[in-house]
T-cell receptor
Framework: AQSVTQLGSHVSVSEGALVLLRCNYSSSVPPYLFWYVQYPNQGLQLLLK??????LVKGINGFEAEFKKSETSFHLTKPSAHMSDAAEYFC??????????????FGQGTILTVHP | IAGITQAPTSQILAAGRRMTLRCTQDMRHNAMYWYRQDLGLGLRLIHYSNTAGTTGKGEVPDGYSVSRANTDDFPLTLASAVPSQTSVYFCASSAELATDTQYFGPGTRLTVL
C-alpha cells in the first residue's frame, strides 16, 4: 500500500519569500503524485501532478515540484510567496498497479500562512 | 458547467438517523469518489466507483454505503449515524482512475449529535 507524509503541519513565510512544502511518499510500484490546494470552506483544486514524464513539474500560480525517486520526495516550491497563497496544501499519491490501483492517498496537509 | 455539486451544504443530524449525501457531476466522468476530511488526518477515501454499476471500498468504509445507478450521481448513505461520523465530506470525480485529475465538490459539513 502507498502512503504520503507531509513534513510540517504548519509553515509560515513572509510575502516574497521562498515557499517549500515537503512531501515524501512510499509506494511499491511507480507512483503518480499530486499537489492539491484547499482554500477556506472550499473543495480541493489541483496545483500540479507528476505522471512519469518530466521530473520537474510546473503547476498553476507559479508553483512547481520535483520528483526525486532516490529520495522518494515530491516537494512543492514557489520562489516568491503571495498573500493569496495562504491555504492548506495536500500531497497525494496514486498507483497504477497492485491492490491499491487507482486509489488516491492523501497526506495530512500543510497549512501555509503568509505574513505581510 | 457546474462541475460537481453536493447537497446539502451542511447538516446537523441526531445519532441513529439515516442520512444521504448527494453528489452529481456533469463532466461525464467514469470514476467518482467519496472522502471524509478530519483535522490532522487529511482526506480519507470512503468508497469509490470506477464506472456506473460498480463500487468499491476505500480506507474507511464502515458505516457508509454507496450506489452508482448512472454516470452522473453517486450518493453516500449513512444508515445509522454516529458522532464519529461528524466530518466534512467531499465528493470527487475523474475521467479515469489513478492517472487523471480528481475534481472536487464544495463539500458537506455533517455534525452528528
Amino acid at each position: 500500500a502507498q502512503s504520503v507524509t507531509q513534513l510540517g503541519s504548519h509553515v509560515s513565510v513572509s510575502e516574497g519569500a521562498l515557499v517549500l512544502l515537503r512531501c515524501n511518499y512510499s509506494s511499491s510500484v511507480p507512483p503518480y503524485l499530486f499537489w492539491y490546494v484547499q482554500y477556506p470552506n472550499q473543495g480541493l483544486q489541483l496545483l500540479l501532478k507528476y505522471t512519469s514524464a518530466a521530473t520537474l513539474v510546473k503547476g498553476i500560480n507559479g508553483f512547481e515540484a520535483e520528483f526525486k525517486k532516490s529520495e522518494t520526495s515530491f516537494h512543492l516550491t514557489k520562489p516568491s510567496a503571495h498573500m493569496s497563497d495562504a491555504a492548506e496544501y495536500f500531497c497525494a499519491v496514486s498507483v497504477t498497479g497492485g491492490t491499491s490501483y487507482g486509489k488516491l492517498t492523501f497526506g495530512q496537509g500543510t497549512i501555509l500562512t503568509v505574513h505581510p | 458547467i457546474a462541475g460537481i455539486t453536493q447537497a446539502p451544504t451542511s447538516q446537523i443530524l441526531a445519532a441513529g438517523r439515516r442520512m444521504t449525501l448527494r453528489c452529481t457531476q456533469d463532466m461525464r466522468h467514469n470514476a467518482m469518489y467519496w472522502y471524509r476530511q478530519d483535522l490532522g488526518l487529511g482526506l480519507r477515501l470512503i468508497h469509490y466507483s470506477n464506472t456506473a454499476g460498480t463500487t468499491g471500498k476505500g480506507e474507511v468504509p464502515d458505516g457508509y454505503s454507496v450506489s452508482r445507478a448512472n454516470t452522473d450521481d453517486f450518493p453516500l448513505t449513512l444508515a445509522s449515524a454516529v458522532p464519529s461520523q461528524t466530518s466534512v465530506y467531499f465528493c470527487a470525480s475523474s475521467a479515469e482512475l489513478a492517472t487523471d485529475t480528481q475534481y472536487f465538490g464544495p463539500g458537506t459539513r455533517l455534525t452528528v449529535l
